[in-house]
């Protein structure tokens, strides 16, 4: 429906599609929407500061701005998923699409200057999916808990693998954290498998309302364990 609706509105393959909205069910639809259209979603933390997201904003030269719950944009580009959602056309589109199409951009910290764009092709995406489908048997999960932000790269692997293979997204994030740095999960659900830079397995590991033991399977990268 979102993919129609964005169609309907002129979307055409590799136009930039900015998603501004809070961590829920109409992100992860807005992303599939999106890529569904033949566009290329970037997506940004609204919680960002304002002269960042205008920045984005304007070295992207984004078509539509999609935003959800409590989220502002006042752009004449703006969207709201509810209005997308009222389109009726449930229908896979057919898109003529290749493997060097633009799927995505995400934008680099700036911690070395202005923030860059980086463009990821669809075949970038399903090779990376392929890989880590070969490394890690998702057949033996259930769930995968999702608190890295939509921002970051990781992302693809918390919420794209996990989707193409039928299982459960768990969103978590900066709203869960305790006083303390905890991670508050809710105790009602299995949780299968979580991705954690090395730095945060610590972090987490002391907090008494998440225990790596939780876990039945826990991927770590970036710097060796110790």
């Not at 169609?7 to 961590?23: A, N, Q, Y």
């Not at 999106?34 to 970037?42: N, R």
Request: hydrophobic share 40%; with cysteine.
């Amino acid at each position: 429906r979102i993919a129609h609706a964005l169609l309907k509105r002129g979307l055409k393959v590799e136009d930039r599609v900015m998603l501004m909205m809070r961590r829920n069910s109409d992100l992860i639809a807005s992303v599939l929407g999106t890529v569904k259209a033949g566009g290329a979603f970037i997506p940004i933390d609204p919680n960002y500061p304002k002269h960042r997201i205008d920045q984005m904003l304007e070295d992207s030269d984004s078509q539509f701005v999609i935003t959800n719950k409590d989220v502002i944009y006042e752009g004449e580009n703006g969207v709201h998923v509810s209005d997308l959602l009222e389109e009726t056309d449930d229908s896979n589109p057919v898109i003529d699409l290749t493997p060097d199409n633009l799927c995505f951009l995400i934008y680099t910290s700036g911690s070395t200057g202005k923030p860059k764009g980086v463009m990821i092709e669809n075949r970038q995406l399903t090779n990376f999916l392929c890989t880590m489908g070969e490394k890690i048997d998702v057949s033996l999960y259930r769930s995968v808990l999702c608190m890295t932000t939509v921002c970051f790269d990781i992302f693809g692997l918390e919420a794209w693998i996990t989707l193409c293979n039928g299982l459960e997204v768990v969103f978590k994030g900066v709203a869960d954290l305790d006083g303390e740095g905890g991670i508050l999960v809710s105790t009602d659900r299995e949780l299968s498998l979580k991705s954690f830079m090395n730095s945060s397995v610590f972090i987490i590991s002391s907090s008494i309302h998440l225990r790596i033991r939780d876990f039945m399977f826990i991927f770590s990268s970036s710097s060796a364990l110790l």
